[in-house]
């Protein structure tokens, strides 16, 4: 028995042996030359080699049988199955570690992938080619260009290293360190590198391209730059198809065009759609008008109606707890809406607005835009005009039912009116040393403000006002301010860091939004059809 199982671990390891053995099958001529050659065999015309399933053609060759090695030269042809091929001006063959060295115009072929290098070696029992002074492959409509790379065709994965370039179409990828998997056409780069793409310029550290679908991941901190807009995050994802874009950590936007920056933790922005998205401290910026505006909410929303039409527009959505700060203007409220048709600016929930001295609260307040500058405002209901005075103890008071507020092109305040149940506290000035003379109090239906070009009262006209002067030591207590009076110091945003900090007001100086009589449900003449229905036998 014992001698049985040796005699057939003897035929395994022969018929092993001679399945790696090289067989030279055919050649036009075979020479040798024992004495000075030792081992050698030359063959000439039409040569012909098989070893395990490969076949290897060539002009003429060197052949080792001990070695189990042959160097083939002139139109070396070499085929592996239906799927893989290699041809090259000279090739060198190990049968015992099955290693392919070709030389001098090299061309690897893989289904549907060409590898062009003049130097490639490849490892039949790994299945993997490399070449190292330069090369280049084509997959379908991609074209990669290295100096060093590898190529499986197991896993059909290549990988590229030293100035490597990928093009397709339009796009066109700059990196150090690239890997390609030819069957799902998915690019990854590692080191800097660049991403040029129909107008797009990509910038990252670390990222997945897939060239059919193209779609682009990209992490530590990459930048993507689209015609006038530049998007910087951690983590960058981009549907070019969906024109879909998804940003998070550190997430910084500026738009050339438009003059406006967007900082956010996270932030999601469909351009096909015109729809936007943006949490995590998320702060506005905007500088048309030379100085800078910031905006913080704890989320940002945009929607496009009309997308890619002429009668195209936008709203703007920030809440909650919006803070606003500019150097001449200041605001904070619960929500803000912007509407891009109408330039309408809208502050909702207890809104307040500064401006130098002066501060506005109501129920709702509009601004009205142009060229993002502001021309109208109106504060709707329980609306509260403040000025404070130089002295920092008297303030200049305005209370009525709605107020409008008008521009000039340069932005100043040129006229004010009070419509509705007006009320005033006025403390006029001597002309030459600003020292306070009275105390007015005025109380009419419509009032109107003029404003001077050093920001200054010009003149008041009042309808059918009803007033008294006091003088100013005999002011009584009850005079000195209005009902709602409140100097919101303490929430004011004082510089751009400040808008983070979210200082509600006190709970008893906060606006209880006053119910409006609704009309009746039903007309007189339904009144009349019923009642006369009732009384009808």
């Not at 399945?19 to 015309?45: C, E, F, N, T």
């Not at 933790?265 to 469909?270: I, L, P, T």
Request: glycine content about 4%; proline content about 3%; aromatic content about 10%.
């Amino acid at each position: 028995m014992l001698l049985l199982l040796l005699l057939i671990g003897v035929e395994m390891a022969q018929a092993q042996h001679s399945a790696q053995r090289i067989y030279l099958r055919h050649a036009d001529a075979l020479m040798a030359d024992a004495a000075s050659r030792p081992g050698l065999q030359v063959a000439k015309g039409n040569v012909n080699f098989l070893h395990r399933g490969a076949i290897l053609l060539c002009d003429s060759a060197h052949f080792w049988e001990k070695q189990n090695a042959f160097n083939a030269y002139g139109h070396v042809r070499f085929r592996q199955g239906d799927t893989l091929s290699l041809t090259a001006q000279r090739v060198m063959y190990d049968g015992q570690q099955e290693m392919i060295r070709a030389r001098g115009n090299v061309v690897l072929r893989h289904r549907k992938t060409t590898l062009y290098a003049d130097s490639l070696d490849f490892d039949r029992r790994n299945n993997m080619g490399y070449y190292f002074e330069g090369g280049r492959l084509v997959d379908e409509q991609t074209q990669l260009v290295s100096d060093w790379g590898e190529y499986h065709t197991d896993t059909r994965e290549a990988r590229f290293f030293y100035s490597v370039t990928l093009k397709k179409d339009n796009d066109y990828i700059e990196t150090d360190s690239l890997l390609y998997n030819t069957r799902s056409s998915t690019a990854t780069v590692v080191g800097r590198s660049v991403i040029y793409t129909d107008g797009r310029t990509i910038t990252t550290q670390h990222g997945y391209y897939d060239t059919k679908a193209e779609r682009t991941q990209l992490y530590s901190r990459s930048t993507i730059e689209d015609n006038d807009m530049t998007i910087t995050a951690d983590t960058l994802f981009n549907d070019k198809q969906t024109g879909l874009y998804e940003a998070q950590g550190r997430v910084e936007y500026r738009s050339k065009k438009d003059h406006n920056e967007l900082y956010a933790g996270y932030c999601r922005y469909d351009s096909q759609q015109g729809t936007a998205f943006a949490t995590q401290r998320p702060v506005a910026k905007e500088y048309s008008q030379g100085d800078t505006l910031w905006l913080h909410a704890d989320t940002l929303r945009m929607k496009t109606f009309h997308i890619d039409t002429d009668s195209m527009f936008r709203e703007v959505y920030v809440y909650h707890h919006a803070r606003v700060y500019r150097s001449d203007v200041q605001a904070v409220a619960d929500s803000i809406s912007y509407n891009t048709r109408d330039s309408l600016l809208t502050l909702l929930r207890d809104p307040i607005v500064w401006s130098d001295n002066r501060q506005i609260v109501g129920e709702k307040i509009d601004v009205i835009l142009a060229d993002s500058t502001v021309r109208r405002v109106d504060v709707l209901r329980q609306a509260l005009s403040i000025e404070q005075m130089d002295d920092r103890q008297h303030y200049n008071q305005v209370a009525a039912t709605k107020m409008t507020a008008y521009f000039d092109e340069k932005g100043n305040m040129r006229r004010t009116d009070a419509i509705g149940n007006v009320k005033t506290i006025y403390y006029p000035q001597d002309d030459k040393d600003s020292t306070i003379m009275a105390l007015n109090y005025l109380e009419g239906d419509t009032m109107r403000m003029y404003i001077d070009t050093l920001r200054q009262l010009d003149k008041i006209w009042v309808s059918k006002p009803v007033g008294t002067a006091y003088p100013l030591i005999q002011t009584p207590a009850d005079r000195t301010q209005l009902p709602g009076f409140a100097w919101f110091d303490y929430i004011r945003p004082r510089d751009p860091d400040d808008i983070f900090e979210w200082r509600p007001k006190n709970d008893d100086q906060r606006i209880k939004t006053q119910q409006r009589f609704s009309p009746p449900t039903l007309t007189l003449e339904v009144q009349q059809l019923q009642s006369q229905s009732q009384s009808a036998p």
